[in-house]
């Protein structure tokens, strides 16, 4: 595409050609459609230290919606907090379906939201259960996963996290319903149940309940009582638990991340940017011995 206008340069200058290209293309000035005009910063003299404390405040908000899972394995026969959370292991289909929920990190190399789980003494152990997407980042808060404490009865260290997730998902082989109340905790606005089925020729099918506090409103995904199966389970109870944990916290349009990154950005421009014509911007780029001052 280049061809015409790079030959007869060496290859040296041929590459720092097309870096200016990348950066010109990166700040708006190559661009398919005509650019009017750009905003140059103008943060001369007193305003440099405010426009830096912007700059901060700025790169600190996260661009992507930060969210905490909580999972709980709860076995046949056990119907008290101290029992579940003292739980090491599940059984083999409950295992599989945590190992779907997302990826397996290891906290001391991870750059990713970590949940607020301790990563310089590590003691909710070392991985822990990750998802993202483009929009996301979720933290699973697996409790059969974290090390369990023989002498603690609270398992605090567990329940410190679990407990304060707005969203838990329960994996539940008793015979009864699991009561949202087994677990104590101010949070745990929403409760998703999983029951697997095991007569009546529907096994491999799961009941879903859905146990909401007074005031969440509906949130869509899986509803209460619905019926799906395993093997669907892991990507329907996370989205329906992202969606959950969203409604709870307000990230709804106008709330999220990337909208107060874009407010922010917008407030930065409107404060310390000038206008200039697409072709001003180049001649002060390129002026000899110049450059763009601010």
Same mark, same amino acid.
């Given at each position: 595409?280049?061809?015409?206008?790079?030959?007869?340069?060496?290859?040296?200058?041929?590459?720092?050609?097309?870096?200016?290209?990348?950066?010109?293309?990166?700040?708006?000035?190559?661009?398919?459609?005509?650019?009017?005009?750009?905003?140059?910063?103008?943060?001369?003299?007193? !305003?440099?230290?405010?426009?830096? +404390? /912007? *700059? @901060?405040?700025?790169?600190?908000? #996260?661009?992507?919606?930060?969210?905490?899972?909580?999972?709980?394995?709860?076995?046949?026969?056990?119907?008290?907090?101290?029992?579940?959370?003292?739980?090491?292991?599940?059984?083999?289909?409950?295992?599989?379906?945590?190992?779907?929920?997302?990826?397996?990190?290891?906290?001391?190399?991870?750059?990713?939201?970590?949940?607020?789980?301790?990563? !310089?003494?590590?003691?909710?152990? +070392? /991985? *822990? @259960?990750?998802?993202?997407?483009? #929009?996301?980042?979720?933290?699973?808060?697996?409790?059969?996963?974290?090390?369990?404490?023989?002498?603690?009865?609270?398992?605090?260290?567990?329940?410190?996290?679990?407990?304060?997730?707005?969203?838990?998902?329960?994996?539940?082989?008793?015979?009864?319903?699991?009561?949202?109340?087994?677990?104590?905790?101010?949070?745990?606005?929403?409760?998703?149940?999983?029951?697997?089925?095991? +007569?009546?020729?529907?096994?491999?099918?799961?009941?879903?309940?859905?146990?909401?506090?007074?005031?969440?409103?509906?949130?869509?995904?899986?509803?209460?009582?619905?019926?799906?199966?395993?093997?669907?389970?892991?990507?329907?109870?996370?989205?329906?638990?992202?969606?959950?944990?969203?409604?709870?916290?307000?990230?709804?349009?106008?709330?999220?991340?990337?909208?107060?990154?874009?407010?922010?950005?917008?407030?930065?421009?409107?404060?310390?940017?000038?206008?200039?014509?697409?072709?001003?911007?180049?001649?002060?780029?390129?002026?000899?011995?110049?450059?763009?001052?601010?």
């Amino acid at each position: 595409e280049w061809g015409e206008e790079t030959k007869g340069v060496g290859r040296d200058e041929e590459e720092g050609l097309n870096f200016s290209r990348l950066f010109a293309s990166q700040i708006g000035l190559i661009c398919p459609y005509d650019c009017q005009v750009l905003k140059v910063m103008d943060v001369g003299g007193d !305003k440099r230290t405010t426009f830096l +404390r /912007k *700059m @901060k405040f700025l790169d600190n908000r #996260k661009g992507r919606e930060l969210v905490k899972i909580g999972v709980l394995y709860c076995a046949n026969g056990q119907t008290c907090q101290r029992d579940i959370l003292a739980n090491k292991m599940g059984s083999e289909v409950y295992e599989r379906f945590v190992d779907r929920l997302g990826e397996e990190v290891d906290l001391k190399y991870h750059k990713g939201f970590n949940g607020k789980l301790d990563v !310089k003494y590590f003691s909710n152990g +070392r /991985k *822990m @259960k990750y998802y993202a997407t483009d #929009k996301v980042e979720v933290a699973f808060h697996v409790a059969t996963r974290m090390p369990t404490v023989i002498h603690d009865s609270q398992q605090v260290k567990k329940k410190q996290h679990v407990g304060n997730d707005h969203v838990t998902i329960v994996w539940s082989e008793h015979k009864r319903d699991y009561l949202p109340c087994t677990v104590t905790s101010e949070f745990n606005d929403v409760v998703i149940a999983l029951h697997p089925l095991k +007569r009546g020729g529907r096994e491999g099918l799961l009941r879903v309940r859905v146990t909401v506090k007074e005031g969440v409103k509906w949130f869509g995904g899986l509803s209460d009582g619905m019926l799906i199966k395993i093997e669907d389970a892991p990507a329907l109870v996370r989205q329906t638990a992202i969606n959950a944990n969203r409604v709870i916290r307000g990230e709804i349009e106008g709330k999220s991340s990337n909208s107060q990154r874009r407010k922010l950005i917008k407030e930065i421009c409107d404060t310390y940017g000038k206008d200039y014509e697409g072709a001003e911007v180049w001649e002060m780029l390129c002026r000899e011995g110049g450059g763009i001052s601010i």
